[in-house]
């Protein structure tokens, strides 16, 4: 029992994780109508600018994690104007393949930088270890900062998409960019403001992960890149609370996988859900039903 | 006076040359429909007009101003709206917030009076205020297009197919409401496949063919026209 309850606190810490991941999937399919692959990799620049933060820097650590927030914005704004909106009228295949392509620079670029071989990250969480039922159950600081930090973001990004005028602009332009611009919304700037958005989120993401997984190289992002991806399909893509619900589903069941049935075959129980979530029921658990113009 | 004046404009979708160098003039207070066909481009020049579209040539100019580099987000703040063909409401979206959008560009001081109006206009989208609009009827989408496009207090207001889809009574109310904000002062350029609503209510008429406009005058002139009569009323 105690076990599992444990499982279940690292489950949930993980799904948190892939939760904030997977919203800036969801919400730039949301705006863009496009897999930004790439998202996965920006994490792990996060991460990066982190650690060079803390390590070489010496900047105390909320500063570090600020500070890998504002070059991952930077840098996903960046990514959308020189890649992605060039591409605005081009078929999707095209979109997607170029995302890959991204994803493949990014993480050469950060061999380049910081070399293959794994860093280990400091965690930035000082935060002590809570001990429950007479220290029979341990939940980390990290987990602690990480549940919390996914429940934080999730409450604010549904005030800001239901109650701010920018975050209303946002859900116009998901639903109809030629009636948005009809509005005045400048569709251009509210896209860049989402890859902003996601990719501040993707630092927080990076630096959490790491947290608690600290081993650092150029290709940390990816896989959980695709696993949020998988979450935010699962949840159903372009929602925020589905994103949520996708992510701890995903997280618990990838973490009671592996404790209960096979070490190896966690991440196989992982895409296996995406493949029956995409026979079942391909909207996702929370998706929205496509409109057909009549 | 001429308060928006298109000039020889051409418009292209790819190869297609949609739009082969039309000019036409809407005048203060007046209503000027464009009839014609299915795929005679007139939804292709009111997206033009209203900067989804982009003309190769030509030049559209609204209240004195040179329309050609702004773009169509910028529009809506020079005092023009368009309701688009289809409506494109923010079917998720409540009746409200659909109609707070059309006011975007606004002071957001001023939006409480513009939505009183609006209710006060349309009493069908106060009862369904709190309602997402995705699950309104037909009539009652087209009513919240057309009040959202209010919002912005538009000098001129463009609307494509209006009727589109709607039963004929419902046809009758849309009507009904373009002649009533034709008398508090708003200036309309309307498009319509119902050649003989549109022509009933206007001052002025174009008649667009594959592009170009084959025929234009007073709207009760074309009304009464053989050649109009057998092409787009039916007779």
Excluded at chain 1, 149 to 158: E, G, S, Y
Excluded at chain 1, 214 to 222: D, E, K, Q, R, V
Excluded at chain 2, 206 to 211: A, D, H, I
């Amino acid at each position: 029992m105690i076990s599992f309850l444990s499982h279940l606190v690292n489950g949930i810490s993980l799904g948190s994780v892939y939760a904030i991941i997977a919203l800036g999937y969801s919400m730039v399919y949301g705006i863009a109508k496009m897999l930004n692959f790439a998202h996965g990799d920006v994490i792990m620049v996060g991460a990066y600018i982190t650690f060079c933060a803390t390590q070489y820097w010496g900047l105390p650590p909320v500063v570090s994690v600020l500070a890998a927030m504002l070059v991952c914005t930077v840098l996903g704004v960046v990514i959308e104007r020189l890649a992605y909106k060039p591409l605005r009228a081009a078929t999707s295949l095209a979109v997607l393949i170029t995302a890959i392509g991204m994803s493949y620079f990014l993480q050469n670029a950060a061999q380049l930088i910081w070399g293959a071989n794994p860093k280990s990250f400091p965690s930035v969480i000082t935060l002590p270890t809570l001990s429950l039922m007479g220290g029979q159950l341990l939940i980390s600081g990290e987990t602690m900062v990480t549940v919390l930090a996914n429940v934080i973001i999730m409450i604010v990004l549904t005030i800001f998409t239901s109650k701010t005028k920018m975050g209303r602009a946002m859900r116009a332009v998901s639903e109809d960019k030629g009636a948005a611009e009809l509005m005045g919304i400048n569709v251009n700037a509210t896209i860049s403001l989402t890859f902003a958005i996601g990719s501040a989120l993707a630092a927080v993401a990076g630096v959490l992960l790491c947290s608690a997984y600290p081993a650092l190289m150029p290709t940390t992002g990816s896989m959980p890149g695709i696993k949020a991806f998988t979450a935010a399909v699962f949840g159903g893509i372009g929602s925020i609370p589905g994103a949520l619900v996708g992510g701890l589903l995903l997280g618990v069941i990838e973490i009671l996988g592996k404790a209960y049935i096979s070490m190896e075959l966690g991440d196989a129980f992982v895409f296996a859900v995406l493949i029956i979530v995409l026979l079942v029921k391909p909207t996702g658990l929370l998706g929205k039903k496509v409109h057909e113009k009549v | 006076m001429s308060l928006l004046k298109i000039e020889d404009i051409h418009v292209f979708y790819g190869a297609i040359h949609a739009i082969k160098g039309i000019s036409f003039e809407v005048n203060e207070d007046e209503i000027v429909t464009l009839i014609g066909a299915n795929g005679a481009g007139k939804s292709t020049t009111l997206n033009t007009i209203a900067g989804l579209l982009k003309p190769r040539s030509g030049k559209i100019t609204f209240d004195g101003i040179d329309l050609g580099s702004v773009p169509a987000s910028k529009v809506v703040s020079k005092g023009m709206a368009l309701c688009p063909e289809g409506r494109r409401i923010f079917q998720q979206m409540t009746v409200r917030e659909n109609l707070e959008m059309g006011g975007f560009t606004r002071d957001k001081a001023e939006i409480p009076a513009s939505l009183d109006e609006m209710f006060q206009r349309f009493p069908r989208l106060k009862e369904r205020e709190k309602q997402i609009a995705g699950t309104l009827s037909g009539g009652e989408q087209q009513m919240l297009a057309m009040a959202r496009a209010l919002m912005s207090r538009p000098k001129l207001l463009m609307l494509d197919e209006p009727s589109m889809g709607l039963a004929p009574i419902l046809v009758e109310q849309i009507f009904d409401i373009i002649k009533e904000l034709h008398g508090s002062g708003t200036t309309i350029l309307l498009v319509e496949q119902n050649a003989q609503m549109a022509l009933s209510v206007a001052d002025r008429a174009y008649v667009l063919e594959t592009g170009k406009i084959s025929m234009e005058g007073p709207a009760d002139e074309l009304l009464h026209n053989d050649a109009v009569r057998k092409a787009y009323l039916g007779s």
